[in-house]
């Protein structure tokens, strides 16, 4: 949680964002939501999650976006869909 509460204050996230940090150094949230990155390069040593942006409403989750497109499974390239506006 250390890394994502830094990186929310390098990028001046405020507390009173729509936005929440989550860590899942166990990547069982990431599992459950089926969005565990393939091909991820082996130099790294773990397996990384796609890029996307969750809605949840009363813990459910009602809306979920994933930027993700065949032969960018980071959704490196057109990052759009899991952007807040």
């Given at each position: 949680?250390?890394?994502?509460?830094a990186?929310?204050?390098?990028?001046m996230i405020?507390?009173s964002?729509i936005?929440t940090p989550?860590?899942d150094?166990?990547?069982?949230?990431?599992?459950?939501?089926?969005?565990?990155?393939?091909?991820t390069?082996?130099?790294?040593?773990?397996?990384?999650?796609?890029?996307?942006?969750?809605?949840f409403?009363?813990?459910?989750?009602?809306?979920?976006?994933?930027?993700a497109?065949?032969g960018?499974?980071?959704?490196?390239?057109?990052p759009?869909?899991?952007?807040?506006?």
């Amino acid at each position: 949680m250390a890394v994502m509460q830094a990186w929310f204050d390098d990028m001046m996230i405020k507390p009173s964002s729509i936005l929440t940090p989550l860590a899942d150094p166990t990547r069982s949230f990431t599992k459950a939501l089926d969005l565990e990155m393939e091909g991820t390069p082996p130099q790294l040593g773990y397996v990384r999650s796609k890029r996307f942006a969750a809605v949840f409403d009363d813990g459910k989750c009602t809306n979920l976006f994933v930027s993700a497109a065949p032969g960018d499974p980071a959704g490196d390239d057109d990052p759009s869909a899991s952007l807040v506006e």
